[in-house]
């Protein structure tokens, strides 16, 4: 029972790291195409093409930490495990976030209030995402110093096995797990406060159409329904992403391959999933994808 398990896990990852990595190299290829063809790209389409190149570099991190865990142990020595999670740790940082800096873009460019300081904002939305990227690269720079405390104590592991060396080691243990968790609540809740605010935007809005008799259905309206769909499908997958990683984290002295098999499936169906929702919720991606799509079936169509 367990190998048939593991082997239907396996097949789901290889099903998950294919699809992801399609959806992700269309999502940079279109994206960057447009871009040369018209000398100018939107702010969501560059946090767009970013994303998807932090989801790329993820999709195969995690694939080679499957291959190393589950199929060659032999493969995975120190130094090609510190390499592997360093790169995990950065391209992870870089999707949470980018995730999370686009719901505020579209909160800043879709939402109505009347606030001055929110006014301010809007209009100098692409300032203030950039200014939230750079930002957070404070938390990247923690988060790869702790890891190295890590790898520092991981060296040392049977170097001694005095008091202090083990209350050391249980306090790095303990501030790098608090530092993981922190760095993945803190953009979940900037996106669910956008999406609460696009709610409200969303609410005012309809109460003002029915005030002046206009009906409940404009463009205003589809803008705000469309970008809520997109951040609520985000946070649906991000929390049982989050909850899977966190607990993987906490209980990552517990060595069950079974268990660590599951996390890691769970991790690549939401870089992959998401990633074409937000194809399918891009209308530029949208027609694009669909085209390709049509044009494949003709080919196919021709070829039998």
């Not at 048939?4 to 992700?24: D, M, P, R």
């Not at 493969?75 to 510190?82: A, D, L």
């Not at 049977?158 to 083990?166: I, K, L, S």
Request: charged share 15%; with cysteine.
């Amino acid at each position: 029972m367990g190998s048939s398990l593991q082997s239907i896990l396996s097949s789901l990852a290889i099903a998950e790291f294919v699809l992801g990595t399609f959806a992700n190299v269309f999502i940079a290829l279109v994206n960057s195409i447009d871009w040369v063809k018209k000398q100018k790209i939107s702010c969501t389409d560059r946090i767009l093409t970013a994303m998807a190149v932090s989801r790329i570099g993820l999709l195969w991190v995690i694939s080679l930490n499957w291959y190393a865990t589950f199929i060659n142990p032999d493969f995975y020595c120190e130094e090609v495990r510190t390499i592997v999670y360093t790169a995990w740790v950065v391209s992870n940082h870089f999707s949470l976030w980018l995730d999370a800096s686009l719901s505020i873009l579209y909160l800043l460019k879709i939402a109505n209030f009347s606030s001055l300081f929110f006014l301010h904002l809007k209009w100098k939305a692409e300032r203030v995402i950039l200014m939230i990227l750079l930002g957070t690269l404070i938390f990247l720079v923690c988060h790869l110093a702790v890891v190295s405390l890590e790898v520092k104590m991981g060296m040392n592991e049977y170097e001694g096995n005095n008091t202090w060396v083990t209350n050391l080691r249980d306090i790095v243990n303990l501030s790098s797990n608090t530092v993981f968790t922190i760095l993945f609540v803190i953009p979940f809740t900037m996106s669910l406060t956008a999406l609460l605010l696009l709610l409200f935007s969303l609410w005012k809005h309809l109460k003002k159409m029915q005030l002046s008799g206009k009906g409940s259905r404009d463009v205003s309206t589809e803008v705000h329904v469309r970008a809520m769909q997109t951040v609520i499908s985000f946070l649906l997958l991000f929390v049982i992403y989050l909850l899977v990683q966190i607990t993987s984290k906490w209980n990552y002295t517990q060595k069950n391959n079974l268990g660590n098999m599951i996390f890691q499936v769970v991790g690549l169906f939401y870089f992959s999933s998401h990633s074409f929702i937000l194809i399918w919720g891009n209308k530029k991606l949208r027609w694009t994808i669909l085209s390709f799509l049509w044009q494949l079936k003709c080919w196919l169509r021709e070829r039998k």
